[in-house]
């Protein structure tokens, strides 16, 4: 397995990929054009539930129950994370997350449930 990279979609706007490149947000980034942001899918059945990211409001203080309830999610919804996890198996991944917190968001917590999938 190769290291998942996480960027933010609004730092990759307008940059080639590299490596295998995924969407991670169940909402498009508000403000980026789909012609600007070059990645091979947006997958938003992989990031959370409406419900979950609505109850979340990207409040550090709440994430720690956020990751519990996410990776619940992500057990309960494997299929949806396939394509990733196997470009994964191949080398590096990136996942694209429009969050503005670096640390307590989505696609921190998706790379840890891939990880764990090897």
């Known amino acids: 397995m190769g290291p998942i990279e996480l960027v933010r979609a609004y730092d990759a706007r307008g940059?080639?990929?590299?490596?295998?490149?995924?969407?991670?947000?169940?909402?498009?980034?508000?403000g980026i054009a789909k012609a600007d942001l070059d990645c091979d899918a947006w997958i938003r059945e992989v990031a959370p539930s409406t419900q979950l990211r609505t109850w979340f409001g990207h409040q550090a203080d709440r994430f720690p129950e956020f990751r519990t309830r996410y990776l619940q999610e992500l057990d309960t919804n494997r299929a949806a994370a396939q394509p990733i996890v196997e470009a994964a198996r191949n080398g590096t991944v990136v996942?694209?997350?429009s969050a503005k917190d670096l640390e307590h968001n989505q696609a921190v917590?998706?790379?840890?449930w891939i990880s764990n999938q090897f």
């Open 109 to 112: 917590v998706l790379r840890e």
């Open 15 to 30: 940059t080639k990929k590299t490596s295998p490149t995924f969407l991670v947000d169940r909402l498009w980034p508000r």
């Open 95 to 97: 996942l694209l997350y």
